[in-house]
């Protein structure tokens, strides 16, 4: 494959580096310079609703700029607000945001429920939910994942019962941040005897709906970014079901389908490399040892940077492989594991660079290496190795899809 871009792909490259120079707000580019760990930065979906006002004005300026630019929505077709670009152009877009450092707008309902409304949606459902996602009125809530069904997701129980003109929803989800959010998408059985990937559903339901509860879960790095959200007699329209009754398995197979060549991952930890090499370089006094544990890290930090470098081209491979509309499955399951392990991978090296100042993780400490980034990313990445399917299910994925070997 030719890794270069065309003309045509470098005028596009150089229209979203113009876009982003000229648009992106004050608040994002301070963020991107102080090099605060993701999680306690602040994301677009949070501070559209941010009590801050200037994070709030941010994240509607910059949004109102990606509209302008027509890059809201950069896979949706026209029609629906989107830019209609090809996936290489996808790939080079999600490119330059990660490298600037801009938050992508809309979230979930953006990249994976507007793809679904679009692709298995009804044009009353799209028209209903489309323009207000767009815009982040609409904020959504992946219901997928259930206590025991999480990797395993086809063995998921929570019932959705018809009722007339309503299906009533009963059990419980988990891994979703729902708080705090207005719609979910999720599935759920709505027939208990078909095999267990036949019946299910793909609703859309009202988080204001009367007998819905959630309790934050509080992960490894003392925040609470996921959910446990329980449905208790939920009463939802029938018209609110996507891609018909016990279709719901194959609308979020192609969900779960939807931009995963991973090229922003790979971005960013390209830049953490190079942001550990500066920091060693340049800070004094606390971290003048951490020079001689730089030494004795080299060649764990140098295979870092090559695995780096084969995380990009690989998501270069997979966009390839979706432009031209062949199969990517096994390669976007090894850009996962080794996108995620790599993180891991990585901030354990660096937290043996700054050795005991490793255990100072406030960001706004003093002595916290680079305000406690890597230590934070340590934590952070558990979650990672789970997220969109647990890495030992994507091995399994890459040796039976990729590899052909029978099933054990």
């Known amino acids: 494959m030719d890794w270069a871009d065309s003309p045509q792909q470098a005028a596009f490259r150089t229209q979203v580096r113009t876009l982003v120079e000229g648009s992106l707000p004050e608040l994002y580019r301070r963020r991107a310079a102080a090099g605060r760990p993701r999680g306690l930065g602040g994301v677009w979906h949070e501070d559209m609703r941010s009590a801050d006002a200037e994070a709030n004005a941010a994240a509607r300026a910059w949004a109102e700029a990606l509209h302008a630019g027509g890059f809201s929505a950069p896979a949706w077709p026209p029609q629906y607000g989107g830019a209609g670009l090809s996936t290489l152009e996808q790939f080079i877009f999600n490119q330059e945001m990660a490298e600037a450092q801009a938050p992508a707008v809309g979230g979930g309902g953006y990249s994976l429920v507007g793809a679904a409304l679009i692709a298995h949606g009804s044009e009353e459902q799209r028209q209903r939910f489309l323009p207000k996602t767009l815009t982040g009125e609409y904020q959504w809530f992946q219901g997928f994942s259930e206590p025991g069904a999480g990797s395993d997701l086809a063995s998921l129980q929570t019932r959705a019962v018809r009722d007339g003109d309503e299906y009533v929803i009963d059990?419980?989800?988990?891994?979703?941040?729902?708080?705090?959010?207005?719609w979910c998408f999720g599935l759920f059985r709505t027939d208990p005897l078909a095999p267990k990937h036949r019946g299910i559903s793909f609703i859309v339901?009202?988080?204001?709906?009367?007998?819905?509860?959630?309790?934050?879960?509080?992960?490894?790095?003392?925040?609470?970014?996921?959910?446990?959200?329980?449905?208790e007699a939920v009463r939802v329209p029938a018209d609110q079901v996507v891609g018909g009754e016990?279709?719901?398995?194959?609308?979020?197979?192609?969900?779960?389908?939807?931009?995963?060549?991973?090229?922003?991952?790979?971005?960013?930890?390209?830049?953490?490399?190079?942001a550990l090499l500066a920091a060693v370089e340049t800070e004094q006094g606390r971290t003048q040892a951490a020079g001689g544990r730089l030494t004795r890290?080299?060649?764990?930090?140098?295979?870092?940077?090559?695995?780096?470098?084969?995380?990009?081209?690989?998501?270069?491979?997979i966009a390839s492989l979706q432009g031209a509309n062949e199969p990517n499955t096994s390669e976007s399951s090894s850009s996962?594991?080794?996108?995620?392990?790599?993180?891991?991978?990585?901030?354990?090296t660096a937290t043996k660079v700054y050795g005991l100042y490793a255990n100072v993780w406030d960001p706004d400490s003093e002595h916290a290496p680079q305000q406690g980034l890597f230590t934070y990313e340590y934590l952070h990445s558990v979650l990672l190795t789970i997220y969109g399917g647990s890495n030992e299910i994507q091995r399994n994925v890459i040796a039976t899809r990729g590899l052909g070997l029978p099933r054990g």
């Open 246 to 274: 016990n279709r719901g398995w194959y609308v979020a197979m192609y969900v779960l389908d939807i931009e995963r060549s991973n090229v922003g991952n790979a971005v960013v930890l390209r830049r953490y490399i190079n």
């Open 205 to 231: 339901l009202d988080m204001r709906t009367p007998g819905i509860t959630s309790r934050p879960i509080i992960t490894l790095t003392g925040e609470a970014e996921v959910d446990e959200t329980f449905f």
């Open 297 to 317: 890290q080299r060649h764990a930090i140098a295979q870092h940077y090559m695995d780096s470098e084969v995380l990009f081209n690989l998501s270069y491979r």
């Open 336 to 348: 996962k594991i080794l996108g995620s392990e790599l993180t891991q991978r990585l901030s354990n």
């Open 171 to 182: 059990g419980q989800k988990l891994w979703g941040r729902s708080r705090g959010t207005d």
